[in-house]
């Protein structure tokens, strides 16, 4: 009897105590998601200031923006990195593993990925987070003017500090790799610069031939209207119906307007879009628009539960471009979506595309030539001009160039991979945004991207998704809703490599990539 | 000798005690702008997500709009209320007494008016300050579509909710005052409802004995072309160099889009407008763009020494709406401004007012009449729209009313004051943002700004400034320079009541606002 109710009490303690570690869970658990929402609302709020910044503040107000989100950054830093974040998230991961209290499938990738996000940022005092986000934002602003006045000279020094600092976060990342495989793992999990010269042989052996091939040929389909003047007021006009015509609701974005065509997911309901028009290139924003309206709907396509919490957002860069590019080339080239394209396009300028038929169209949007300027470049060429980038940016981190070097190393790389002379650095090495952002290893995502599109097209078929159909109809329902169940929906609780595995069967493979640009462009010119 | 040791060793003590306590002030001081800047920071982020709710955000992300707005405003409030922070400002306050060790005359400004903001702040527990942001953050969403579409019920329960929290927050900021007086006082110090009663009547026995002399006269001055279209570009246009006109520099601002005209100041060097352009309407958007450009240029015109400390911005509502009326009216709406307003004018919209002579104009911008949109008022019956919004504030805060009786008080108020019917509620009490954002007890600073401008004049007058000829030749510099060094630099430094004295050199006068309404009016119609 005596025994019996010995049993009965240490059942009753060992109940009490688990009901106590349950209830210390779950406070756990509140006290993370809590944490989850005051580094959101950093997020949200420079992403808010980099928007403003790059679309409608004045010159005057960047050195307080730069204030403002620079102590954001570093509490945002501080937030998640400090002694007690880390402590909350360590002890909530010993209760996800076998045995432990936390099963529910979506804590289980918070708690994975915060604390990934923690591991990465530790290691990066907060002082130095704030530093950075300071320097990035002035350099941005500097760039802004040197690109409007070819000055590379003024923006060259920021360049240098960049590398600098990423150099060094990259050794405190993780001091035994090299620095850019560092970068280069960050925006695309798993790659190196070993994989992507791997890539980069594979595409060239393809791109490069098709390209010679091309230029010896002599002729381009004439396409004299791309170069019609289309006035500023139609082609906003044309914007809005290019976006609801991709699928993007309007109440979910806002158009605004800047010098690097953009896109920036905010929140749940919230991804804008900000293009450039130039009244005497009406295509130029007709792809920009296409391309981030591509971007945003992946960022509005995440599973509404992620909201506010580390899930919301896309995965890594290369998924996004690949959502991107998948809108603007995929679809957005393709021959059988030139119906519905030319529908908009009659509608906001018919004197200038009343009599252009779908074929025409069709080759003019897809001429293939070497060209000056990354974002207009077309499907061919567009990896060459990722690797110039590569290749510089391979070289500063290697210590074997520096900022002053790079003008001449663009004009270099450009005779090299493209065969073109660079007239100015506002056309060559100031073009883009990305350095004056910090964002080096971001460019081979944009290949990356492609070339996940180009495996994306058979499994869509696989799955009983008629691409082209939808293209055709301009309907394109079936193709988000593939996107979306298959990509969008998983947000960051997915990395690349298994999202690509789980859409299309198998892991990444360069091939599909070298084929479909094999494919369209000897069609196409009839090579 | 002893003795004299003795004195020595004492002297010693007391002087290194005096360095320790200079030391820890010197900290304190360190710690106390640590502060203003985590206050100011979070200050700025709130107007940037504000000005990018009310300019460019998607419908559908109100949500996380709010919800970072939240976040941020219980931040701040717990920031500025903490028990540290309480203490620190309090060992500040301590020095600045006689004897104490701070003497500089910004920090002490600083350490005054934090101290206050920290004593109205802290009666309101941060839950309390977080909750009443998300409220009119939300109710500003809810009152854009009601007024859309013309549906006050839908917003009435708001402004029910938000007045009861204004009540709750006056009684605890001061349980002895009419909540409705506590309000009055917190934008504008030294206003009470007697105080306002006895300017209303006042200046009703001016305005409404001429506005019926104008009626009686029975015809007002032909002006078709205030109608005339202006198409939305060139308005654009215009409003850049109505801008330049009144001397906003274009590097320190931004013209935005909105359904009602504001105004934000985000930093030194960073004040916005955002105006609402009607096509037929021109003059709206000039005199909308005119008034708001008055906004900005105080903003911009403090102090560069008070950036991102509590000094910064304007001091009241009273003194900024005397700034922006002053360059509204005072300047924009003068004989002497029509050579400059219509060269403007003629540059944009040849075709309207090509034809238009510079009495014409002024008739035409001058004409006295009951209208319905406060903010497209003339200057006689202006005050009379604050007057009917005045009166229903007052019966919703003494519980004589409630949001379901506003619709009618205002029709019926609307009657009495101007004598005229209210076809729909988006005409009527859904017409101002106001209540939307919480701001009960602000309306009255609208006509204490015009009258405090008609004390400005006979100053100007004194300190040798030529405002008819400054309006005149379109130059306003000498203008710029007179509020600047008597008003915009002062910041938060000075409460309004110092502020009218030192520019005027005597209290505030409603006399002197009568007497230019009576000249101006009689002498434009000929009474």
Chains 1, 2 share one sequence.
Not at 92 to 107: F, H, S, Y
Not at 110 to 124: C, M, T
Not at 437 to 452: D, I, M, Q
């Amino acid at each position: 009897m005596g025994k019996k109710l010995d049993k009965k009490a240490q059942a009753a303690v060992a109940k009490a105590a688990k009901g106590v570690k349950a209830a210390k869970v779950d406070k756990a658990v509140k006290k993370f998601r809590k944490l989850e929402g005051k580094l959101w609302t950093r997020e949200y709020l420079l992403k808010i200031a980099e928007f403003d910044g790059a679309t409608i503040a004045p010159a005057n107000g960047a050195a307080a923006r730069a204030d403002a989100m620079g102590t954001l950054a570093g509490e945002h830093h501080k937030l998640l990195t400090s002694e007690k974040s880390v402590e909350l998230v360590r002890s909530l991961a010993r209760e996800t593993v076998a045995g432990g209290k936390i099963d529910d499938p979506q804590l289980l990738d918070e708690i994975r990925v915060l604390g990934r996000d923690q591991r990465e940022a530790s290691v990066i005092p907060t002082e130095e987070a704030e530093a950075w986000t300071r320097l990035t934002c002035e350099a941005d602003a500097v760039w802004h003017k040197a690109k409007t006045a070819n000055d590379w000279a003024s923006f060259e020094p920021y360049v240098d500090r960049i590398v600098a600092q990423l150099k060094h976060q990259a050794e405190l990342m993780d001091p035994k790799r090299d620095p850019y495989d560092v970068w280069l793992d960050q925006y695309e999990r798993g790659l190196s610069a070993k994989s992507f010269d791997a890539f980069c042989d594979e595409v060239k052996a393809t791109v490069v031939p098709l390209v010679h091939a091309i230029g010896e040929r002599g002729q381009q389909p004439a396409a004299d209207f791309l170069h019609a003047r289309v006035p500023e007021a139609a082609q906003r006009a044309m914007s809005f119906d290019l976006m609801k015509l991709v699928g993007l609701n309007l109440n979910d974005t806002t158009l605004a307007f800047t010098e690097h065509p953009f896109s920036e997911g905010f929140a749940v309901g919230d991804a804008r879009i900000a293009t450039h028009i130039y009244e005497n290139d009406c295509i130029s924003n007709v792809y920009s628009i296409i391309h981030e309206a591509g971007h945003a709907m992946y960022e509005l396509g995440v599973n509404p539960a992620y909201a506010r919490t580390c899930l919301e957002g896309g995965t890594s860069m290369g998924i996004h471009e690949s959502q991107s590019r998948f809108f603007e080339n995929t679809v957005g080239r393709s021959r059988a979506f030139m119906g519905p394209l030319l529908e908009v396009l009659r509608r906001h300028a018919p004197e200038v595309y009343g009599d252009v038929d779908e074929d025409t169209l069709y080759r003019a949007v897809n001429i293939a030539q070497p060209s000056l300027i990354r974002t207009e470049a077309d499907e061919l060429t567009y990896p060459l001009h990722v690797m110039v980038r590569y290749e510089i940016e391979r070289m500063l981190f290697a210590g074997e160039a520096t900022a002053k070097d790079i003008p001449a190393l663009w004009n270099r790389f450009m005779n090299e991979y493209l065969g073109i002379p660079v007239p100015d650095d506002t056309r060559g090495c100031l073009q883009d945004t990305h350095w004056s952002g910090g964002s080096f290893g971001y460019f081979p995502t944009y290949a990356l991207g492609s070339a996940y599109d180009a495996m994306f097209v058979p499994a869509m078929c696989r799955d009983g998704v008629d691409l082209t159909g939808a293209c055709a109809s301009g309907d394109l329902a079936p193709v988000r809703a593939w996107l979306g169940e298959r990509i969008w929906q998983w947000g960051r609780a997915k990395d690349a490599p298994e999202l690509i595995k789980g859409a299309c069967g198998m892991a990444f493979d360069a091939r599909y990539y070298c084929s479909y640009l094999q494919d369209k462009f000897t069609t196409l010119y009839e090579l």
